[in-house]
């Protein structure tokens, strides 16, 4: 499959831990890269690969892979971390990439 | 620090074509890929195709097949992504954004980054 699926929207209390999916055919074989993108804002990156995070994105932020399904966690979420989060890979053809619909984050 | 610059905002009539650019600055050029996002107005993220970094090899989502261009000229580090027989519903932001990739216990994963600030194509008669 080439789509890759998302909630469009969650919500969590400040502080409290939120979980974002993403679900695809394309995740059995790569890992998922996530991005968050804040309003009139490009998309920035958040997370890649195993345990990679760029400079400049804290700790708070991880991620994990099983089967066809990848998941960024922000843990003790923050006001800053509303936004909305995209997760992307290379699809089941090698030749395409796809983004998951993303998921808007609020943070109550 | 690594940068890319967007040519600014477009507006064409439905039928016409566009061509956007975008110079690469703080890296060595020829090392990477260059990816081509667009994004719809109140839309997701929308891949369109990407470049390889001698610029003699493209690869383009399904969906722009047959009207999408992809070209790099490597002595001013620049890329452009040109869409013919536009038509309202391209209307969006056009964004570039820089590849690399890894693999890691038999998985490759792919990063973008940085991205550029985003280029307004309206198409409207």
């Known amino acids: 499959s080439s789509e890759l699926t998302q909630d469009p929207a969650v919500s969590v209390a400040l502080g409290q831990t939120v979980r974002i999916t993403c679900q695809g055919g394309?995740?059995?074989?790569?890992?998922a890269t996530w991005y968050r993108q804040k309003p009139g804002q490009a998309p920035e990156l958040v997370f890649y690969?195993?345990?990679n995070r760029p400079s400049g994105i804290p700790d708070r932020f991880s991620a994990s892979t099983s089967r066809d399904t990848a998941s960024l966690t922000i843990t003790g979420a923050r006001a800053e971390d509303e936004a909305d989060y995209y997760c992307?890979?290379?699809?089941?053809?090698?030749?395409?990439?796809?983004f998951g619909g993303g998921t808007k984050v609020t943070v109550l | 620090q690594i940068q890319l610059m967007q040519s600014g905002a477009e507006v064409r009539k439905p039928g016409a074509s566009v061509k956007v650019s975008c110079k690469a600055s703080?890296?060595?050029?020829?090392?990477?890929?260059m990816h081509w996002v667009r994004q719809a107005p109140g839309q997701g993220l929308e891949w369109m195709g990407v470049?390889?970094?001698?610029?003699?090899?493209?690869l383009y989502g399904r969906k722009f097949q047959g009207r999408i261009t992809m070209t790099r000229d490597t002595s001013t580090s620049t890329d452009y992504m040109e869409l013919s027989s536009l038509r309202s519903e391209d209307t969006a932001i056009y964004y570039c954004?820089?590849?690399?990739?890894?693999?890691?216990?038999?998985?490759?994963?792919?990063?973008?980054?940085?991205w550029g600030q985003g280029t307004l194509v309206t198409v409207s008669s």
């Open positions: 954004a820089r590849d690399s990739s890894d693999s890691l216990l038999g998985r490759t994963f792919w990063w973008f980054d940085p």
């Open positions: 703080g890296y060595t050029f020829t090392r990477h890929w």
């Open positions: 470049i390889n970094p001698i610029g003699d090899r493209a």
């Open positions: 394309s995740l059995r074989n790569s890992y």
């Open positions: 690969g195993v345990n």
């Open positions: 992307n890979s290379r699809d089941s053809s090698a030749v395409q990439w796809v």
